[in-house]
């Protein structure tokens, strides 16, 4: 009854700048941190940006600097300002939230179905 929907992706050129948008909707009573991770072919899902409910962020070594992680409370909602964007960005990028249900059940790995960034050279 959680659901998390991506969206943003798309072909973009080195150096250019795209934005990925993550929706939480259901019954949801709070959200104590977001995140986005990134898969690459043939490599493993890896860490890009979390940002906990009292906004604190954390970065991954190749997105510091260039990608920022940011949310809007009310709408449950989380992006990912991508700038400065390289070819080895390519990947599917996955949106993860810990979220407590109307229920009181914590679950901390509900995953968006990813969105496709694809960096040309």
């Known amino acids: 009854q959680v659901q998390l929907v991506e969206s943003g992706g798309g072909l973009v050129q080195a150096g250019g700048s795209l934005r990925l948008s993550c929706a939480a909707s259901?019954?949801?009573?709070?959200?104590?941190?977001m995140g986005w991770y990134r898969q690459a072919p043939g490599k493993q899902r890896e860490l890009v940006a979390t940002?906990?409910?009292?906004?604190?962020?954390n970065y991954a070594d190749s997105a510091k600097g260039r990608f920022t992680i940011t949310r809007d409370n009310a709408q449950n909602t989380v992006y990912l300002q991508m700038n400065s964007v390289k070819p080895e960005d390519t990947a599917v990028y996955y949106c993860?939230?810990?979220?407590?249900?109307?229920?009181?059940?914590?679950?901390?790995?509900?995953w968006g179905q990813g969105t496709q960034v694809t960096v040309s050279s």
């Open positions: 940002i906990t409910s009292d906004s604190t962020t």
């Open positions: 993860n939230a810990d979220i407590t249900t109307v229920a009181l059940q914590r679950k901390l790995d509900y």
């Open positions: 259901g019954t949801i009573r709070s959200i104590n941190a």
